[in-house]
């Protein structure tokens, strides 16, 4: 009997440290489009399942926005790493970017610069089943105002904490 209730407790505690292991995920930021709030080398805590509602304006995310459609991109058809990016409007919302409020390196791709109006407004109509995000560091920062609104199939996981900052292996000291 006594064998048997360690083997169920064992069973219990391997099931949970799979589920928790499966359901949080750290990621270690790998770009500065999110400074001043995450910088390179910093780490988050991300949720890689969550109910539909979760998701709201303001949250940190991890997104797959799949084939890059900027004509000059030379890394070839398809992205391979995830970027992490601020959900800054959802689906029924409307997105109004000015060309004179665009940085210099938005300014510089041709397709933005093409897709303005004469008054230099773009709107973005956000569909069912997407979401616009930016980066908080919007110079060079690869988002929605190059790839559009994203479908919600392309989040990988929301993020619900920053860690401590990845420690440095070169920097270690030794006494």
Known sequence: MFLWLIFVTALLVSGIYLFIRNLLVVVT???TSMSPTLLDGDRVL?????PATLLQK???VIIWPGRITEPDDRSGPFNVTPF????????????VTRFDELDEFHKSKPFL?????INGNREWHIPPGHFFVRGD????SFDSLSWGPIPDRSLLGIVVMKLSHKADPSSSSHS
């Open 46 to 50: 991300v949720l890689r399942y969550w």
């Open 29 to 31: 930021v790998e770009s």
């Open 113 to 117: 610069r093409s897709k303005h109006d």
């Open 137 to 140: 560091n919007p110079i060079g």
């Open 84 to 95: 992490i990016k601020r959900v800054v409007a959802l689906p029924g919302e409307k997105i």
């Open 58 to 60: 303001g949250n940190i």
